[in-house]
T-cell receptor, first 116, second 114 residues
Framework: AQTVTQSQPEMSVQEAETVTLSCTYDTSESDYYLFWYKQPPSRQMILVIRQEAYKQQNATENRFSVNFQKAAKSFSLKISDSQLGDAAMYFCAYKDSGGSNYKLTFGKGTLLTVNP | NAGVTQTPKFRVLKTGQSMTLLCAQDMNHEYMYWYRQDPGMGLRLIHYSVGEGTTAKGEVPDGYNVSRLKKQNFLLGLESAAPSQTSVYFC?????????????FGPGTRLTVL
């Protein structure tokens, strides 16, 4: 079974600085999707960024980028120029690309605090 | 376009009571999901549906039932609530295309069972 591990229960960063959140996963599949979701205090789950395993290029969305290391099964999220609104719980998630597997597997989350 | 909505937002039950959580989506999505979120556990899949009239078990289905009578609605039922079912429940949906995979989440329902 696939597992997703977020080894940092909590992280903090100063406003305008850069922070990296770690995620590792375990799978025997060669093709899959990886995601980072943000959950602010409102509880709404918001997709931050996605990565298809077959793409070698790291995904980027504005201030958010990933470092996808397929061989190491690592998928870290870098937040540049951190803003107060980035404070939230961040979840890493995995999904097989196969059509018969509908399950998203989530890590336990990393709580990010942004200090002014 | 409201996206995914959940009713109610909060609920307190006594042990043994029953209730139904309603999820509605207006995006014409085929797939719908129910998750629960517990502290330190991330989100875990309870049940899901791949289309109107279909349901399937996720990883933690015990104590829950679901129905998908209409494409836009996915109901989660607790027949006899237990304190272990105290949690935040999230509904999600996605379309059937796999070119760009994304699940859209509702705002959650906080359920407390006393």
């Amino acid at each position: 079974a696939q597992t997703v591990t977020q080894s940092q229960p909590e992280m903090s960063v100063q406003e305008a600085e850069t922070v990296t959140l770690s995620c590792t996963y375990d799978t025997s599949e060669s093709d899959y999707y990886l995601f980072w979701y943000k959950q602010p205090p409102s509880r709404q789950m918001i997709l931050v960024i996605r990565q298809e395993a077959y793409k070698q290029q790291n995904a980027t969305e504005n201030r958010f980028s990933v470092n996808f290391q397929k061989a190491a099964k690592s998928f870290s999220l870098k937040i540049s120029d951190s803003q107060l609104g980035d404070a939230a719980m961040y979840f890493c998630a995995y999904k097989d690309s196969g059509g018969s597997n509908y399950k998203l597997t989530f890590g336990k989350g990393t709580l990010l605090t942004v200090n002014p | 376009n409201a996206g995914v909505t959940q009713t109610p937002k909060f609920r307190v039950l006594k042990t043994g009571q029953s209730m139904t959580l309603l999820c509605a989506q207006d995006m014409n999505h085929e797939y719908m999901y129910w998750y629960r979120q517990d502290p330190g556990m991330g989100l875990r899949l309870i049940h899901y549906s791949v289309g109107e009239g279909t349901t399937a078990k996720g990883e933690v289905p015990d104590g829950y039932n679901v129905s998908r009578l209409k494409k836009q609605n996915f109901l989660l039922g607790l027949e006899s609530a237990a304190p272990s079912q105290t949690s935040v429940y999230f509904c999600a949906s996605r379309n059937s295309g796999i070119v760009v995979y994304e699940q859209f989440f509702g705002p959650g329902t906080r359920l407390t069972v006393l």
